[in-house]
């Protein structure tokens, strides 16, 4: 019988958009999330309010639903461990998420499966020989990361020490710079039954290490997207996966692909499929945590363009006009998330533009256009 209450720990945009799909799916949506003004807690049928790493509210959150799964994954993993020994239903189960929470025993699972990475160590200080690297090298926090928020990169020794000094981290995760053509990602799913669906390959582009566009599908030879498919496919089927995951990744000049970080949930460079494709990121979860079929991955349209919307300032303001502006570009799909707050940063909302076959080419220019608006007073 398939599961019909579904909890998630996390409140916030991806809890907020899947609370869409569960409307359309028929299932009930529970959340655990620490704020009554956290995005998705307006459409959950339930909230436990409280943080998403308390297990004692996520045994709360198990006796009111049939499933759990997850937004985020800034969880307590010893203590969800538990509970899954006393038969609470995680999908993705705890065994999935173990080796993929920690920047560091990420990087090794993945190399032990085979899968192609950039070189990599760990390190407990700066003062070590860093020895075959060679600067810039990339420093990042190994759990707790975010938006960006914990990786850097870093042109030197001077750089690398202050760095360490400002972080106080007992050990971080350190790998090569790679000076990639473009970057890529993709959304793929695996449902209980073992069923695997895999969406486009897509083009994103980071600034500061945050992502500020995504282009769907992105411009590859038929080479480099079946080599993505086939890395989406081996970690699916390596880890027995139950729910959606995001891979990011690097395509450098030599067409070589390189996994630079899992995601074990929806994926901001996956906002595209809410308009653009046949089934979106967010039922494609709930289908595969309450095993239905999963639905067709395939794009409507000939492409898309998603403009992350990030907060440029601290201000209370809602945007309604830049918002109308951007409003008035054919096909464009605003998702306005309602956060009360706008910090420098912080993922406010989106917007989609489907493009037509004559418009494949631009993407680029129209999220020019869409930053332009978004932008403005900023600069
Ligand atoms: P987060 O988990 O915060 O998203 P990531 O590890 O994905 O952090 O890094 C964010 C961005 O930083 C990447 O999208 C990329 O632009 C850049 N970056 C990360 N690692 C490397 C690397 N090894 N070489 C070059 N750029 C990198």
Not at 199 to 220: F, G, H, M, S
């Amino acid at each position: 019988m398939e599961s019909k209450r579904v909890g998630v720990i996390g409140g916030g945009q991806l809890a907020w958009m899947m609370g869409e799909a569960a409307e359309k799916l028929g299932i009930e949506l529970l959340v655990q999330t620490p704020s009554k003004h956290d995005p998705a807690v307006s459409r959950a049928v339930e909230t436990i309010l409280a943080p998403v790493d308390d297990a004692v509210a996520t045994a709360k959150l198990a006796n009111l639903c049939d499933v759990i799964t997850f937004e985020n994954e800034f969880i307590n993993l010893p203590e969800l461990q538990l509970l899954s020994q006393k038969g609470v239903c995680f999908r993705p189960s705890i065994d999935n998420l173990a080796p993929l929470l920690d920047k560091y025993n990420q990087r090794c699972y993945l190399q032990e499966i085979g899968l192609p990475v950039p070189r990599f160590t760990t390190i407990s200080s700066a003062s070590e020989n860093l020895s075959p690297y060679s600067f810039p090298v990339v420093l990042k926090a190994r759990r707790h990361g975010y938006d960006g928020q914990g990786t850097f990169i870093l042109p030197d020794q001077v750089s690398l020490e202050q760095t360490w000094q400002s972080l106080q981290q007992p050990k971080m995760l350190l790998e090569e710079f790679i000076p990639f053509e473009k970057e890529l990602a993709v959304i793929a799913a695996r449902n209980v039954s073992g069923e695997i669906t895999i969406y486009p390959v897509v083009e994103t582009y980071q600034k500061n290490q945050v992502c500020r566009w995504v282009i769907a599908p992105a411009d590859l030879s038929t080479q480099v997207q079946s080599k993505v498919n086939a890395i989406a496919r081996t970690l699916l089927s390596q880890l027995q996966f139950v729910g959606v995951l995001g891979i990011e990744l690097f395509l450098t000049e030599q067409e070589e692909v390189l996994v630079n970080e899992i995601a074990p949930r929806t994926h901001n460079s996956g906002h595209y499929t809410l308009d653009a494709c046949y089934t979106s990121q967010f039922e494609m979860q709930l289908r595969a945590v309450t095993d239905m079929t999963l639905g067709s991955p395939n794009l409507k349209f000939p492409g898309a363009v998603m403009v992350n919307l990030l907060g440029y300032e601290y201000s209370h303001h809602d945007y309604q006009d830049k918002l109308a502006e951007i409003a008035t570009i054919p096909e464009a799909h605003i998702h306005w998330y309602g956060k009360k707050e706008s910090r420098p940063g912080r993922k406010l909302g989106h917007v989609t533009v489907l493009l037509s076959e004559a418009e494949r080419q631009l993407g680029q220019k129209l999220s020019q256009k869409i930053e332009s608006i978004w932008y403005e007073s900023s600069n």
